[in-house]
């Protein structure tokens, strides 16, 4: 079965320190992977993607994602967190090829909290 | 340009009353999907719809849930005899859907609807 597993319910880090979210992936085929945010209230945002190319993945607000196919993960990095990042963040994945299967399979979320 | 929009934004339902929330996709876009998230969790696939055929309904835990998109735009999640357990948040996702774009799998949700039954 498909899953998507995010191994740190939260994550605290002081601001203008580098921070890392968590996301390993178990699929039968290749997957195009997702980071999400979710703010207090508000929908969820998309971030960045991994479809094919390069496993650095770069997007939004400055965050980026390195795609290891050997490990199955797909971490959210960002060199210097502010505290404005403080969210919900949720790695999602999808399988190429599952023809008109388009849903996305979610972790359970990271909440990130980024002290001043 | 406008984003997915859903209403109500909350709804709180006795317990088996009949709901209906409603989801406007961003203009164009072909694929359109319902999640239901409850408190702590992350987004659960409930149904999908490419225009207006519904290609996937598998997420659905009962027939008590019910989606249409008739025109293939806007789409309505209807929830039958309401129970405790369906309290939760529901999104509405949609993405463009193109044959073959880099873009065309993002998919953009709107702020949800919260779902309390009592």
């Known amino acids: 079965a498909q899953s998507v597993a995010q191994p740190e319910d939260q994550v605290n880090v002081a601001e203008g320190n580098p921070l890392t979210v968590k996301c390993t992936y178990s699929?039968?085929?290749?997957?195009?992977l997702f980071w999400y945010v979710q703010y207090p209230n508000r929908g969820l945002q998309f971030l960045l993607k991994?479809?094919?190319?390069d496993n650095l993945v770069k997007g939004s607000y400055g965050f980026e994602a390195e795609f290891n196919k050997s490990q199955t993960s797909f971490h959210l990095k960002k060199p210097s967190a502010l505290v404005s990042d403080s969210a919900l963040y949720f790695c999602?994945?999808?399988?190429?090829?599952?023809?008109?299967?388009?849903?996305?399979?979610w972790g359970l979320g990271t909440s990130l909290a980024v002290n001043p | 340009g406008a984003g997915v929009s859903q209403s109500p934004r909350y709804k709180v339902a006795k317990r088996g009353q009949d709901v209906a929330l409603r989801c406007d996709p961003i203009?164009?876009?072909?694929?359109l999907f319902w999640y239901q998230q409850a408190l702590g969790q992350g987004p659960e696939f409930l149904t999908y719809f490419q225009n207006e055929a519904q290609l996937d309904k598998s997420g659905l835990p009962s027939d008590r849930f019910f989606a249409e998109r008739p025109e293939g735009s806007v789409s309505t999640l209807k929830i039958q005899r309401t129970q405790q357990e369906d309290s939760a948040v529901y999104l509405c996702?949609?993405?463009?859907?193109?044959?073959?774009?880099?873009?065309?799998?993002?998919?953009?949700f709107g702020p949800g609807t919260r779902l309390t039954v009592l």
């Open positions: 996702a949609s993405s463009l859907a193109g044959g073959g774009a880099v873009r065309a799998d993002t998919q953009y």
């Open positions: 991994y479809i094919t190319g």
């Open positions: 699929v039968s085929g290749n997957p195009y």
């Open positions: 203009s164009g876009h072909v694929s």
């Open positions: 999602a994945v999808r399988l190429i090829n599952a023809g008109n299967n388009r849903k996305l399979i």
